[in-house]
């Protein structure tokens, strides 16, 4: 791994750290009563996708470095693509 695409991955962990991060604030907030149930869920599920489209974005990523590929040809997918896998 270059240190370019070291530097792209440690952005992407930056940013699905800071979401997680979001995540676990929206719950606790939700879990308290302290947040309106209807806005926080929306935001919670927008967060979800969005934390699921970086973990796909990292895989991709780390795929193509291991077949000997560029990583930076991984493209973000479209959340309807990445919410379609199936586990």
Sequence with gaps: MTGSEAEAEREILGHITEMISQERDLR????????????EHARLAHLETELDRCWDLLRQRRAR????????????????????YLS
């Design 28 to 39: 606790d907030r939700l879990a308290r009563k302290e947040a309106d149930e209807p806005t």
């Design 65 to 84: 470095i291991e077949a000997g590929q560029d990583p930076g040809a991984a493209s973000v997918r479209p959340a309807s693509e990445v919410e379609g």
